[in-house]
């Protein structure tokens, strides 16, 4: 094995060793959100600053549906670090593919 694909070999390694677990991950958008009640007299009628909130929920797809689930304020930071899981292990996939290709085009393949 020549050096370049010994580096990329363990530039992948490298790449591999910094991703999360794949017990705590969560596929999703994490959203932070703040509404308005259904009293007329409350004042988060007149301005943003009085809405209440934050709440917080998940968005995912299924298929051809879009599902929310609504995150309890307890266990915000867990969830909302599982969903940035999901996107550091997807770039992880991006990365690692990317340095198989390089693999393959300096002939790794044969």
């Given at each position: 094995?020549n050096n370049q694909v010994?580096?990329?070999?363990?530039m992948?390694q490298?790449?591999s060793?910094?991703?999360?677990?794949?017990?705590?991950v969560?596929?999703?958008?994490?959203?932070?959100?703040?509404?308005?009640?259904?009293r007329?007299d409350?004042k988060?009628?007149?301005?943003?600053?009085?809405?209440h909130?934050?709440f917080?929920?998940?968005s995912?797809s299924?298929?051809?549906?879009?599902y929310?689930?609504?995150?309890p304020?307890k266990?915000?930071?867990?969830?909302?670090?599982?969903?940035?899981?999901?996107n550091?292990?997807w770039?992880g996939?991006?990365?690692i593919s990317?340095?198989?290709i390089?693999?393959?085009?300096?002939?790794i393949?044969?």
């Amino acid at each position: 094995m020549n050096n370049q694909v010994q580096k990329l070999n363990k530039m992948k390694q490298e790449v591999s060793k910094k991703l999360p677990a794949l017990t705590k991950v969560l596929r999703g958008t994490f959203i932070e959100w703040y509404q308005v009640c259904a009293r007329k007299d409350c004042k988060c009628h007149k301005s943003k600053k009085y809405q209440h909130g934050p709440f917080y929920r998940v968005s995912y797809s299924k298929g051809n549906r879009s599902y929310h689930i609504y995150v309890p304020l307890k266990g915000r930071k867990k969830i909302e670090k599982w969903v940035n899981n999901y996107n550091k292990i997807w770039q992880g996939i991006e990365d690692i593919s990317e340095l198989n290709i390089k693999l393959i085009r300096a002939g790794i393949s044969k």
